[in-house]
Nanobody, 126 residues
């Protein structure tokens, strides 16, 4: 069992930055690929970014490439999402997920994730 707790969301103006954190419980954090997804009201949950177990492989949705950076610290059981140049369309609840996989690449599909956090709200004002 893995418990995930996100933090770092908030209200920011267009062009601003936020850093999301996701702290995981347990001793097997490095066994999990990690990812960030988001869900806006009335829309489906969508992939934002993923990172492999070692951190050597990352992937991003086209809408955030060049603006967001995912990273992880396996010693601290934490994954981060640095969000720069935020836009109003980035407004959503952001969820951290953990996928127990053997692949060495990032995981893009929500159905492959085994655990989810409770979410943290990001609101970007225009």
């Amino acid at each position: 069992q893995v418990q995930l707790v996100e933090s770092g969301g908030g209200l920011v103006q267009t062009g601003g930055s936020l850093r999301l954190s996701c702290a995981a419980s347990g001793r097997t954090f490095s066994s999990y690929a990690m990812g960030w997804f988001r869900q806006a009201p009335g829309k489906e949950r969508e992939f934002v970014s993923g990172i492999s177990r070692s951190g050597g492989s990352t992937d991003y949705a086209d809408s955030v490439k060049g603006r967001f950076t995912i990273s992880r610290d396996n010693a601290k059981n934490t994954v981060y999402l640095q969000m720069n140049s935020l836009k109003p369309e980035d407004t959503a609840a952001y969820y951290c997920g953990a996928a127990r996989v053997v692949t060495t690449t990032a995981v893009l599909r929500a159905r492959q994730y085994d655990y989810w956090g409770q979410g943290t709200q990001v609101t970007v004002s225009s």
